[in-house]
Every structure is written in C-alpha cells, then in structure tokens.
C-alpha cells in the first residue's frame, strides 16, 4: 500500500538485512495486539482514536470548565452575594479560564486536526504516529494534574488563584502562598508540551504527506487553517514555556525573575504573557474558521467564495497575530508610542477577518442553503463572531480602551470570539462530522432544539455584559454592590449561563439518544457522503476504516472529491457523474500496513504529572516520574518496529507485503510514514 | 434550477420520496426566523431601558474633560460599528432567508441527505474584484479611525495649565496601590526635588474642580488599577514604577472609582473616590489635612479611645502627631519623611518599593495602612468599601463635602468593622500579613475608638 510505516530502515542500516524482525531487543516487550476493548485505546497510534479522545477529553473539561462557570454567575447573580468566598471565587474564575483556553478550546482544535487534516489531505496517518499518541497523553496527564489541585491539600485550597493571565507579581509567593500557582505554571507546562509536540507533527504531516497532486494551494482551507494554527503554536508554546520556567523558578527556587524588591520589572511577565497569549486567541479561532469553511459551501451546494483570499487572510492572520500583543497592555504603562503601535496593528487585523466574514457570506450568496444543525451553527458563527470582532474594534482605540480595559465590556467581547466563534463553530464541527466519525447521525431535532437554546442562552449571558462593562462593572470582582446598577443584567446573564448548560446537556443527550437508536438500527445510514461534500474524508467510508483510504488518491484540483461526483454539462449545468458511493472507497481493503499500537507513548507521559506533583511536594518523586519518561523514551527507542504477528488490523499482514499494484508501489516512495 | 420550495418542483421531484416534505419545513423555517426576530426585539428593549439604569461607575456618563475626549471618540465608533453589526447581520438573515431550501426530514430525527440532485447554483469561485474592494475598503475605514484615534491616544496623555484662581496649580499626587486600598502622596509644589509629601491621604483623592491634577500611579505590592470612569480611563499602578495620568473633574461631587486590575484576595472591595472642590474648598481642605494633632491629656474628651488606638492599632496606622515607631533602635514620631519620595518609588532596590513603616519580608504587603490623622473628613473607609455618612453622595455633589465631619455618621458598620474586620470583607489571611486583623476587642473598647476615630476632623 502507499502508506508504509518504514519506521525499521534505522535498524536496517546497521545491518543491512532485510527488515524482517527476528530479533527483539527487548523481548518481553512485543508491541501491543488487538484492536478491541479498551487497550485499543490507551496503546493506539491512529491518528482517528486520538482525535475522538482529544474530542471527548476537551468536552469533558469543557463540561467541567462550564461547571465553574456556573458558579461564578451563581455568585454574581445578586448584589453582594456569598455563594463563592472571595477565596475560592478567585480561584473557580481562575480555574474556568484556564480549563476553557488550555483544556477545551485548544484540545477541542486538536481534536479536529488530529482526525481530519490526514483524511483531508488524503494520508493513512499522522507523520509520527507514536508522537501522536504522545501529545494526547500527555495533553491529558496535564489536565487532570491541574485538576487535581481543586482537592488535593484540602477543597479549593490549593487551585491557582491568579487568573488565566496570572500576572506577577500576584503570582509570586509571598502574594500567593497556596500550591495553586505552582500546578498552574507545571500543568500548563506539561500541556505545552502536548501542544508542541502535536504542532511539529501535523507540521510535518500538511508539508510531507498529502496526497499526490494535492498542491498547497488545493488543500481544503480548513486544512489551511489547522496547518497555521500548528504553526502559531510552534512559535507561541515556547515563550509561554520561558514564562512559566521563570515563575516555577521563582516560585519554587526563590529565583528573582519577576521580584520587583530585588529590581525586576513585572512587565516582563505580561509582554512574555501576551506574546505568547494572542496569537493564542488565533490559535483558538482559526479551526472554527476552517470548520465553518468547510460547512458553509457543502450546505449553500457552492465552493468556497474566494478561496487564495480565505487562504491568504488566514495566513495574514497568523503574522498579525504576532504583532498585537500589547494591546492588552495599554492601561500599564508602556508608554503613548507604544500603545499607538499596537493600537493600529490591533485595528489593521480587522480587516483580513472582515475578508473572511464577507467570503462567508459571499459563498451564501446564491446557493441552495440547506439548515442543517451544522449549517445552523456556522451561520451562527459568521453573525456571532462579527459582533466580537466589532466590539474589539471599539477597543483596538486606546484611548477607548482604557475605559473598557479590565470591565465586562472586555468579558463580552472575548466570549463572542470565544464562544460564539469558536465554541459554535465545534459544536457545527461536531454534528458535520459525527457520522463520518461514528457511522450515525446526531439528530437533527435535538440538535436544532439545542441550538436554538445555546445560541438564545450566549446572548442572554454575554450580551448584556457589554452593557454592565459599559456601566463600570470591573472584571474578576467576587462581588458588586446594590446601588452600583448591575443587579438586573447580571442576573439576565445567569439565566442565560444556564440555558447554555440545558443546551450542552441536550447535546450530551443527544449522543446518547442517537447512538442508543444506532445500535438499535433505527438509524438512517450515512453511508461515506451523507451532505454531499466536497473535500477527501467523505471519500472514504462511514466510520472511517482503520487505514483511511483503500488506495491513493490522485488529486487533480481543490475540492477533488466533488469534481469526481459532479460535472458540467455543455450549457453549464451540474450535472451527476457518479453517485458517492460509486467514487468513495469503501474501506474493503484489507492489504494495507498500519504502524503498530505502541505501550511507550502513554508510560512515557504518565512520568510528566509525577515530576510535577515531585516539584511541588517531593522532589524524590521527581526522580520516580523522570524513571517513567525516560524508561517510556528507552521503550519507544528500542521496541520492536513492528510485530509480524500483530491482529492490529482485521488481516494478517506480511510487514512486507506492498500493494502490488504498480501505480501504488510509485505513491509509496512518496508517501512515507517514520514514526 | 428551481428552488424545491416551490411548489412546482415538487412533482419534478417526485423520485423522491421526500417530495411532500416542503410543505412542513415551509412553516418550519420561518418560524425559527421570526423566534430569531423576536429575541433581538426583546434584547434591543432591554438594552434601551438598562442603559437608563443609575451607575455610578458608567462610562457613558463623564464629567471630566478626559472621559468626555474618550467619549467623543468612541460614541461615533459605537455608530460606525452599530451599522456594520445591521449590515452583517441584516445579510446573515437575509441570505438565509432568502436562498433557503429545506433539508430533507420527514418523520425520523436524523437526516439522511438525499438532496434532489439537479438543483444546483451557480458554481461561482469567486470575484477578484470584489475581494481587492472588501479588502481595500475596511482597510481605508480604519486607517481613518486610527488617525482620530492615535490623536486622542497623544491628548490623553496631556496636561494643561491649571485654570485662573487655582490654589495650588503645581499639586501633584502620588497615587499608591496596595492591597486593598488607595494612599494619596500630596506634593502641593509638585514631586520634582521634593524629599517628602506635605501630606498623605487615603482612599479619596481630593482635587480642585476644573484643574488637571497629576498623579502618579504606583503601587507598593502587586499590580493595581487606577480608575474613576466618570473622569479618565484607568491607569495600572505597577510596583517600580510611577506612571503619570491625570485626574480631572469639571464639575463639583464624588465620583466612584474601582481597582480593575485583579490585586488577589479582596480585588472586588479595592474601591476610591475622587472629590472635586472649588477652589476655596480645596484651600480650606488642604490647610486641615496641613495640620497634625496633639497627644490627648488624661482627662481630655476621648483620651482612652486613643490609647486604645495607641495600644492596638498604631502598629499599622500613623496619626501625625501622635504615633511613633521604632527607627534604627530609638523611638522616634510619625513623620512625613517616612513616606519618601517619587525617587523612592522607582528605585526599589532596597526593596521597601518607596517607603516601609517595617522592617522584614512581611514590608511589603503589611507596611501601610492608611493614615488617620483626618479619618472623620473622609466619608468612606476600608478601600472606600464602607461609606462612613449615609448622606456622603448627596452631600458632596452639592458641594458639601467639608461639612461631612460632624454629621451623622453610620455608627453600627464602624463599630462591625472593628469588631471583626475579616468577617466584614474579605481581607487579612492567617500566614498572610495583609489586610486589618480581627483586633479582638472589646465593646467598651470598640464604643470609646469609635468616639475617638468620629473626632479625627
């Protein structure tokens, strides 16, 4: 087959020998078998098992993310409440921003990437297989450490209470003696980690592995997208590293770094902060962008309007992103030059995002458009994420901006981005491609139901917080007084916060309803294209067989698999060459080599957590936790490049067999998978 | 290429056997338009009748010459932006409306996508122009919007002259954060080459009406911020550091103001005033702030409630006049100096981050607490978080702020906040030198410091 795993040339060079495998070196250590049950799950490498436990472990937090959101509207309800102390009220906001940005939106991205950009770009896996499953490991091992900080030493007594954004010197000890800020700076340094490691893959995957004739310029824009998203995250993740090293060091090794008595400057922080937090909000929006670019033109029945424009908007995107950071700085100081820099680079990214408004719309424009739950939640998207983009440029004006700065004006602003951009734009994401991920639909009632609440529920909650910040209302205060007249929105606000949590609970429901009528076959199939599709993963069948693809795909032009569907007739018209089911594959193949399921990924990243609790608590744990990683790195070396017995895949695969097709044999030298 | 909603098609379509489903979601849809309809309607009346609400913190409604510039700015931006919200969203429904076609659903919940096949739109790919003119044409808008705004950003930074009349047209302030409330450095000449203010007060910084005051913002612990929306945008207060702003108002009253800079534990109770005065009532205020007071004779009015004060509370709190503290071994009085200078709050290498009534790591977040030399002319107290007269708001926007002292004051939350100043907001920690102690005193105790504190004017 195309894709080979040739992860054994290494050992091939010393000796010379064929790959065949008679030697282990460590033989008690054969790669792990079956692809049932839940091994199939902790020891698997598919790109596609990865991407569904990064969906379900970014909802769940996600869930959880919400549940303290909860709280803190609970809490602001009424004036001068004491639902939450002002104790653990600082640390449930602190923890809903970080479980938000770093444990649902990122993974929930990550999701997205990890299953579709090998499918869209028509690869069988990842570039590095085993890394893969590594970040997703490690992504997880992370989270829950940072959750863990919720209990551990007592029920919120020890949670981060700094805020997302956790400026020095709050953060340092003496202002913040409690372990929170210690898990908060080792748990996002472990998800960095995660995130790095996943960026440099799918890197590799977008620049080495597409399909032959997929030129960068055909691959499908949220392919696109994804592919800057990794980009932005393999410049961002090591500043925030240097960030949180300089913290943890000085937090834990009486380091000077951000000690204003010892001379340093607290700025620091917050440039080192911000470089890398706003291209982090990019991070964060850019696979919503690309998941409503995909859902918009399959549900108008038209290709996407402008398609280099969408391209190269998101590429501008991403090199402005670099160049706005401050603009979260304009109240601290930095001085008038500055802040007018910033403030016109903030105001000039409005317009490559206004592109891509107007593209949206543009591709609306004339098609047939079909309101399906997805296409429901991308044109939420496209008019939520419009009123986000304007309210930031009321404050992209510095002067303006130091009224709204640090009120909820600014709160309003960043969830219209945040949710009504991105958290809409997954959900639409979600019920586009569940049946190709499961083989079932979602159903469309609940699902339009559940959005009809969760779009009605956002608005209640953050559209009035324009109109609180407007009237002063500071962010991050446990509580307002009665005469300051914030009592009637905020409690509009908690209402809406808790139809957004009917909505997601509808959502949960929904799975359960519509898998429960798929296993009782009362569901329709989806069979590989059920919404007529255009880009490459609906080429394949529904679910998505284990190898992706029965044979390479040759691509000729940007949306292949529509063109291999659709023609045109002499007077122009679209007419049907072929039904769906006719050109997608489906998945029969049963000749194809896999990379086999790996145990070291997963005992490799266990050691990340232990290290971190030995940071914090015992520094002998420290050791233990380092023995897990470096043993997991010994393991991944030198295990067994692949099993000749392996039941990975439902066929007994001789490791050798290539596909003896010859156009197939030609694709191989091209599409090579190293793990 | 008819739209299936037609009825015409649906004979043409009758292949599928979803043929009858249009006449369901013809009704199906709209709805969901006018659900959609009716909800901005409402969002819209309640945004209308909110903004009427009384905020004393609202943005929209300055009364200082900064805010108003800010103001004067942003409301044509809300207009230009309101414009762009219509048109996106007036061009979200109306192609959704408009270009519409149902999605096949009859009977089950999920949909199995069978689209009838030949009913296809034009395939268009684009239109070079009007991407070059939808990129170009925001383009323009906001290098307009940023000429106004770069010209309002250099403005707000300017100070002018102080008017005809003034009293003290050279004063500058010192502003200090601290967790969790606000100390006022006055320097009536201004701070250059001064060694020392010539007085200090906490938690309402009082100005002359009309005249730009100066202050410089900076902060002896974590990261706050300055602000009094009805008079300026706010300004962090950044330890090692001392940033200029200006605070001015044009017209007499109170004007409520909140840290917006998260500062830790009691953030939301971080709160001040800014108190406009004409400028007699600002020569009469300065003068009484001038003066220090006298050791109480045994026998005088309140004299055990200021050795209750000298016993438990001048670890913490200066009385000009009256309290002393140990410097370099020897006791010495509460003076000024001890203050510092704005040189001291920028060069903090010897990290006492301007100036420190202690010695040791804990000077940096229980050094001050604030000044009581003249505790009975402010009219609010624990970071403006208490007001100490119920008539303080009415009171100061007609001017009468001076003659708060000695009028009727809220006795009963006083007396709570000595008595248990923790429970009353969210302040000292145990492991945590910050924030006023739970004192422990007694109701006697706490009657005469109450009689004693009312009689600081």
Request: proline letters at 5%.
């Amino acid at each position: 087959m195309a894709i080979v795993e040739q992860e054994d040339a290494p050992l091939e060079l010393g000796s010379g020998e064929s790959n065949q495998i008679t030697e282990r070196p460590l033989g008690a250590f054969t790669r792990p078998q079956g692809s049932g049950g839940w091994r199939s799950w902790l020891f698997t490498v598919d790109h596609k098992k990865i991407g569904i436990m990064y969906g379900a472990a970014g909802l769940l937090f996600f869930i959880i993310g919400g549940i303290y959101a909860l709280f803190v509207r609970l809490q602001l309800s009424r004036p001068g409440n004491s639902i939450l102390s002002a104790e653990t009220y600082n640390q449930v906001f602190t923890m809903h921003g970080v479980v938000m940005v770093f444990l649902a939106a990122i993974p929930l991205g990550a999701a997205f990437s990890n299953y579709l950009i090998p499918l869209q770009i028509g690869a069988r896996d990842v570039a590095f297989p085993r890394l893969n499953a590594f970040s997703f490991w490690v992504f997880l091992g992370g989270g829950l450490f940072l959750l863990t900080s919720m209990f551990i030493g007592g029920w919120w007594e020890n949670a981060p209470d700094g805020g997302w954004f956790a400026y020095s010197p709050n953060t340092g000890v003496l202002f913040s003696p409690s372990k929170g800020i210690d898990f908060f700076a080792i748990g996002l340094q472990i998800t960095g980690i995660a995130s790095l490691v996943g960026a440099i893959n799918l890197i590799v995957t977008v620049l080495n592995m597409r399909s032959p004739g997929m030129t960068l310029m055909k691959m499908p824009v949220l392919t696109w997208m994804l592919f800057i998203t990794q980009m932005l995250l393999l410049f961002a993740m090591p500043v925030i590293s240097v960030a949180l090293f300089l913290l943890t060091f000085d937090r834990l090794f009486d380091a000077n770094f951000f000690n204003v008595a010892e001379g340093a400057d607290p700025l620091l922080w917050q440039h080192l902060f911000w470089i890398f937090g706003h291209p982090e909000v990019y991070i964060l929006i850019l696979p919503s962008f690309g998941i409503i670019s995909e859902i918009i033109p399959t549900f108008s029945r038209k290709p996407i309007f402008g398609y280099p424009f969408m391209v190269f908007s998101g590429i501008a995107i991403g090199f402005m992103g670099w160049g706005v950071w401050a603009h979260h700085m304009f109240a601290s100081g930095v001085g008038p030059v500055a802040v007018a820099a910033f403030s016109v680079s903030t105001m000039f990214i409005a317009v490559p995002t206004g592109v891509k408004i107007l593209n949206w719309l543009a591709t609306m424009w004339g098609g047939r458009i079909r309101f399906t739950t997805p296409m429901l939640y991308a044109t939420a998207v496209v008019a939520m994420f419009t009123i986000g983009g304007l309210s930031g440029v009321t404050h992209s004006l510095a002067a303006a901006d130091s009224q709204q700065t640090d009120t909820y004006y600014i709160v309003a602003h960043f969830h219209y981005v945040i949710f009504g951009g991105i958290i809409l734009g997954f959900f639409g994401g979600f019920y586009y491609w569940w049946p190709k991920m499961f083989g079932y639909f979602l159903s469309e009632k609940l699902g339009k139901m559940s959005f009809w609440v969760m779009v009605i529920g956002f608005n209640l909650t953050f559209g009035p917080m324009h109109i609180l910040g407007l009237q002063g209302m500071s962010r991050r205060i446990q509580t307002y007084s009665a005469g300051q007249g914030f009592d009637f929105w905020n409690f509009i606000s908690t209402i809406g916060a808790f139809l957004i949590a009917v909505a997601t609970a509808m959502f949960i429901v929904n799975i359960l309803i519509s898998r429960r009528a798929y296993r009782d076959g009362k569901t329709p199939d989806p069979g590989p294209d059920p919404w007529d599709a255009r880009s490459l993963e609906w080429m394949t069948a529904s679910p998505v067989p284990e190898h992706n693809f029965d044979e390479v795909i040759e691509v000729e032009r940007q949306d292949e698999f529509w063109h291999r569907k659709w023609g045109k007739n002499e007077s122009g018209q679209v007419v049907r060459r072929a039904t769906a089911e006719e050109v997608a594959h489906d998945g029969s193949n049963t000749n194809v080599h896999l990379p086999s399921p790996s145990y070291w990924p997963i005992f490799a990243a266990v050691g990340l957590p232990i290290i971190g609790y030995g940071l914090i608590y015992n520094l002998w744990l420290c050791v233990i936790g380092g023995l897990f990683v470096l043993g997991g790195l010994y393991g991944w070396v030198f295990e067994p490049v692949d099993d000749p017995n392996a039941a990975g895949h439902d066929h007994d695969d001789d490791h050798e067999h290539i596909d003896d097709s010859p156009e197939n044999q030609e694709d191989a030298s091209e599409e090579v998978s190293v793990d | 290429m008819t739209s299936p909603r037609l009825g015409s098609t649906v004979s043409k379509q009758s292949s599928y056997s979803r043929a009858t489903r249009g006449v369901n979601s013809l009704k199906k849809i709209p709805n969901q338009h006018f659900r959609l309809m009716i909800f901005f309607v409402v969002i819209a009346t309640l945004f209308v009748t909110g903004c009427a609400s009384d905020a004393p913190l609202d943005t929209l409604k300055p009364a200082g010459r900064k805010a108003n510039d800010i103001n004067t700015l942003i409301n044509p931006i809300f207009v230009i932006a309101g414009i762009i919200f219509i048109f996106i969203q007036g061009a979200v429904l109306y192609l959704g409306w408009k270009f519409r076609v149902r999605a096949p659903q009859e009977g089950e919940d999920s949909f199995n996508g069978d689209y009838p096949d030949e009913d296809f739109p034009e395939q268009v790919h684009g239109h070079f122009a009007a991407e070059i003119g939808w990129t170009i044409g925001p383009a323009i808008l906001m290098a307009a919007i940023a000429i106004f705004s770069v010209g309002a950003l250099f403005s707000l930074d300017d100070v002018d002259a102080a008017p005809e009349g003034a009293a003290h047209p050279e004063v500058e302030v010192i502003v200090v954060g601290q967790q969790w409330w606000w100390e006022y450095h006055y320097y009536l000449d201004g701070v250059d080459g001064a060694d020392q203010p010539d007085f200090v007060t906490a938690n309402e910084i009082v100005i002359p009406v009309g005249q730009d005051v100066r202050i410089y913002t900076t902060s002896r612990d974590v990261i706050h911020s300055f602000w009094i929306p009805r008079l300026n945008g706010k300004k962090d207060a950044v330890p090692g550091r001392t940033t200029p702003w200006v605070v001015q108002a044009n017209e007499v009253g109170r004007f409520a103001g909140q840290c917006t800079e998260f500062c830790g534990l009691s953030h939301a109770y971080m709160r001040m005033y800014a108190v406009a005065l004409s400028h007699e009532g600002f020569q009469t205020w300065v003068e009484n702030q001038l003066e220090s007071r006298q050791p109480l004779q045994e026998g005088d009015k309140n004299y055990e409630g200021e050795q209750i004060f000298l016993a438990n509370c001048s670890r913490c709190h200066v009385i000009n006049g009256i309290t002393s503290r140990e410097v370099n071994g020897s006791i010495q009085p509460d003076s000024m100096a001890m203050y510092g200078n704005i040189e001291e709050f920028r060069d903090h290498s010897d990290g006492s981050l301007g100036q420190g009534k202690y010695t040791g790591s804990v000077n940096l977040t229980a050094g001050a607490a604030p000044n009581l030399t003249h505790f009975a002319t402010r009219s609010s107290y624990a970071g403006s978080f208490f007001e100490l007269y119920p008539d303080a708001q009415d009171m100061s926007d007609a001017g009468d702020y001076l003659r708060l002292a000695g009028s009727d004051y809220g006795r009963g939350t006083l007396e709570s906040w000595l008595r248990n100043s923790p429970a009353a907001k969210p302040n000292a920690q145990p492991g945590q030198a910050r924030g006023m102690p739970n004192l422990n005193l007694s109701e006697a105790d706490i009657d005469l410091l109450v009689d004693y504190l009312i009689s600081l004017d």
